[in-house]
T-cell receptor
Framework: EPEVTQTPSHQVTQMGQEVILRCVPI?????FYWYRQILGQKVEFLVS????????KSEIFDDQFSVERPDGSNFTLKIRSTKLEDSAMYFC???????????FGPGTRLTVT | AQSVTQLGSHVSVSEGALVLLRCNYS??????LFWYVQYPNQGLQLLLK??????LVKGINGFEAEFKKSETSFHLTKPSAHMSDAAEYFC????????????FGKGTTLSVSS
C-alpha cells in the first residue's frame, strides 16, 4: 500500500541552525501539508501546498519557515534559524482530492538544543 | 473559524467494556470530520471519516462514530475494548473545500486495563 515517508526520523540541531525536513508524499497525490506536534500537545497545521504554491498557512508558519517541492517527488520544510520552541514532531501529509482523507507520514522528531 | 473540542484528556476502560470518546465541533460550513489514532512513537492513522454521506460511519478495528448535526458532535465508540486499543485519539475537522487544513482537537488518551 502506498505510504508517505519522511526523513530523517530524528534530527538534533543547535539553536540558530537551519534544518530541512524531507517528505515523499504518495505519488499521485496533489495536495501536501506540514503539521507539527509539540510534546504533549495537539497536532497543529502549518502549511498546505498545491500546484507548486502555498495554498494556506497558519500563524505559526512565519518567515523562518519555507516549503518546496524541488523535484516532483520530495516535499521539504525548511526552518532557517531554529529556536528551542521549534522542538516538536513534524508530520507531512498528502491528499488526492478534497473528499479523500489526509495520509500522514511517520513524522520527524526535531530536537533543538 | 473551525474548532474541535475533545472532552476528557484521559479515558480509562476495562478490557471488554464500551469505549466512548467525545468530540464536539464548531464549523460555519458543512464539515468533514475525522478520527485519527496515534500509537506511541508512530504517526497518525485514520480510523474513520465523515464526508456528508451516511451519518453513522464505520471504521477500522471495530470503531464507529455518529455525526449528529443538532448536537455538533462526532463521538467515537467501540462496543468492546481491547488492550491493543490503548493509544491517543484525535478528532479533526476540515471544511469541504479542496486541500484545506485539518483542525485537530487536543486528543484523548485511552487506557485499557485487564
Amino acid at each position: 500500500e502506498p505510504e508517505v515517508t519522511q526523513t530523517p526520523s530524528h534530527q538534533v540541531t543547535q539553536m540558530g541552525q537551519e534544518v530541512i525536513l524531507r517528505c515523499v508524499p504518495i505519488s499521485n497525490h496533489l495536495y501536501f501539508y506540514w503539521y507539527r506536534q509539540i510534546l504533549g500537545q495537539k497536532v497543529e497545521f502549518l502549511v498546505s501546498f498545491y500546484n507548486n504554491e502555498i495554498s494556506e498557512k497558519s500563524e505559526i508558519f512565519d518567515d523562518q519557515f519555507s516549503v518546496e517541492r524541488p523535484d516532483g517527488s520530495n516535499f521539504t520544510l525548511k526552518i532557517r534559524s531554529t529556536k528551542l520552541e521549534d522542538s516538536a514532531m513534524y508530520f507531512c501529509a498528502s491528499i488526492l482530492s478534497e473528499i479523500d482523507e489526509q495520509y500522514f507520514g511517520p513524522g520527524t522528531r526535531l530536537t533543538v538544543t | 473559524a473551525q474548532s474541535v473540542t475533545q472532552l476528557g484528556s484521559h479515558v480509562s476502560v476495562s478490557e471488554g467494556a464500551l469505549v466512548l470518546l467525545r468530540c464536539n465541533y464548531s464549523s460555519s460550513v458543512p464539515p468533514y470530520l475525522f478520527w485519527y489514532v496515534q500509537y506511541p512513537n508512530q504517526g497518525l492513522q485514520l480510523l474513520l471519516k465523515y464526508t456528508s454521506a451516511a451519518t453513522l460511519v464505520k471504521g477500522i478495528n471495530g470503531f464507529e462514530a455518529e455525526f449528529k448535526k443538532s448536537e455538533t458532535s462526532f463521538h467515537l465508540t467501540k462496543p468492546s475494548a481491547h488492550m491493543s486499543d490503548a493509544a491517543e485519539y484525535f478528532c479533526a475537522v476540515s471544511n469541504n473545500q479542496a486541500g484545506t487544513a485539518l483542525i485537530f482537537g487536543k486528543g484523548t488518551t485511552l487506557s485499557v486495563s485487564s
